[in-house]
Nanobody, 119 residues
Framework: QVQLVESGGGLVQAGGSLRLSCAASGSIFSINTMGWHRQAPGKQRELVAAITSYGSTKYTDSVKGRFTISRDNAKNTVYLQMNSLKPEDTAVYYC?????????????WGQGTQVTVSS
């Protein structure tokens, strides 16, 4: 089982930037697919970005060109760089760990970090 701890959330004005970090422990990080999800009040949790063990990335359409997911296997950490933030990006952001084999299978989740974008 992988333990995940997110950090880096906060309050930012529209157009600003934040970088989220997710530190992993308890498993071989380098072989896991990692993901960032978000859940806004009254909405379902959605996959924002994912990165496989070999560096292939995927983004939901609403964040393409603004968000970048990356990983540092030496530090067992995955990042989400968020630029040009919009009020609709406000949500709790969750880090996840799992596998990709044609589809994503998420096994472990972090506790989440709040991102609030003011207009």
């Amino acid at each position: 089982q992988v333990q995940l701890v997110e950090s880096g959330g906060g309050l930012v004005q529209a157009g600003g930037s934040l970088r989220l970090s997710c530190a992993a422990s308890g498993s071989i990080f380098s072989i896991n697919t990692m993901g960032w999800h978000r859940q806004a009040p009254g909405k379902q949790r959605e996959l924002v970005a994912a990165i496989t063990s070999y560096g292939s990335t995927k983004y939901t359409d609403s964040v393409k060109g603004r968000f970048t997911i990356s990983r540092d296997n030496a530090k067992n950490t995955v990042y989400l760089q968020m630029n040009s933030l919009k009020p609709e990006d406000t949500a709790v952001y969750y880090c996840s760990s799992g596998r990709y084999s044609g589809s994503y299978s998420w096994v472990s989740w972090g506790q989440g970090t709040q991102v609030t974008v003011s207009s």
